[in-house]
């Protein structure tokens, strides 16, 4: 985004493996990543896909590619603004076969309500829940929970 003169149409991608976000390094490296044509250019939108590990069952910790997305927008007028998305069925009850799976939600559950907690502390922000898709319906800090006569949840996985 250049002021006064609007987008680029550029895009830049790069890898931010094993640094934090808020590291100056992450930083330094996207306003690195002007383009030259475009000196007075700023970032204007980040998108991160993260991996990241979820518990199951047994308490194991297992990797997984793409386990939340995460948008950061830097909008002048209106500030910034944040957009998470979470990518698995470890944050419902049931898994994405029906198949309820209780101890793998209260594996993981608790932890992205302290993650959109930590994300609401940083930005200062009080965060708003998205809209309900096929997978689950956000509610405070997760995924509302299903009708309590619920035994088996909706096979969802001819949607993935």
């Not at 948008?71 to 419902?92: E, S």
């Not at 594996?107 to 200062?124: C, Q």
Request: hydrophobic share 40%.
């Amino acid at each position: 985004m250049v002021p006064g003169q609007g987008a680029t149409g550029i895009t830049t991608s790069f890898a931010v493996l094993d640094e934090p976000l808020g590291s100056g390094d992450v930083a330094q490296r996207a306003i690195g990543s002007r383009p030259v044509m475009f000196s007075d250019a700023r970032v204007d939108l980040l998108h991160v896909h993260g991996s990241g590990v979820w518990i199951d069952e047994d308490s194991v910790e297992r990797s997984e590619p793409r386990l939340v997305d995460l948008l950061i927008g830097l909008d002048p007028p209106h500030g910034a603004w944040a957009q998470i998305a979470v990518h698995h069925d470890v944050w419902t009850w049931f898994d994405f076969h029906g198949n309820p799976h209780r101890v793998v939600y209260e594996n993981n559950a608790p932890r992205l309500e302290a993650a959109l907690k930590s994300v609401e502390a940083e930005l200062g922000v009080t965060a708003e829940a998205g809209d309900p898709t096929v997978f689950g319906c956000p509610e405070g800090y997760g995924i509302a929970p299903p009708e309590p006569d619920e035994e088996v949840g909706p096979d969802l996985s001819s949607r993935l």
